[in-house]
């Protein structure tokens, strides 16, 4: 992704629509400002799915937060209407969200959440539960 520092949503969901293509055929997963991202082009695109890795509604009081533009208006919760799978991996012991925070995103989306307590902020090479997760939603029924 450009601008990877500050993730700026006005470089970011440009950048997934004319660049990565976004679309209803498009699982996009995204992690902490990946997470945001894929929310936000969510509230107006139409996407398959989104899976959600350490989520957030807030800037958390953080400068490079706030300057991304991502919470300087309000959220959209109707998500759904543009994405009718939304999956949300939490962790309890994230050392930069609040688990509050991820738990709201969940409430609000109406999210298949995965909790976890041991995870951090999931930096780990492995993510075998994401895999999973994801060759399910790529499964055709027979």
């Known amino acids: 992704m450009p601008d990877p520092i500050t993730a700026r949503e006005s470089i970011w969901l440009p950048f997934m629509q004319t660049e990565l293509h976004c679309d209803e055929e498009i699982i996009i997963i995204g992690h902490s400002s ?14 398959c799915a989104i899976v959600l890795v350490s989520a957030y509604t807030s800037d958390l009081g953080d400068d490079n937060e706030q300057a991304s533009g991502y919470f300087s208006h309000p959220w959209q919760w109707e998500i759904k209407a543009n994405c009718p799978h939304i999956v949300q991996f939490g962790y309890t012991d ?3 969200l609040p688990w ?4 709201e995103v969940a409430n609000r989306l109406e999210a298949k959440l995965y909790r976890f307590t041991d995870r951090g902020h999931f930096q780990s090479t492995e993510f075998h539960e994401l895999v999973s997760v994801v060759k399910s939603m790529l499964e055709v029924p027979a």
């Open 94 to 96: 994230d050392p930069f």
């Open 34 to 47: 990946g997470a945001t991202a894929a929310m936000r082009y969510a509230e107006t695109h139409r996407v």
């Open 100 to 103: 509050k925070e991820q738990q």
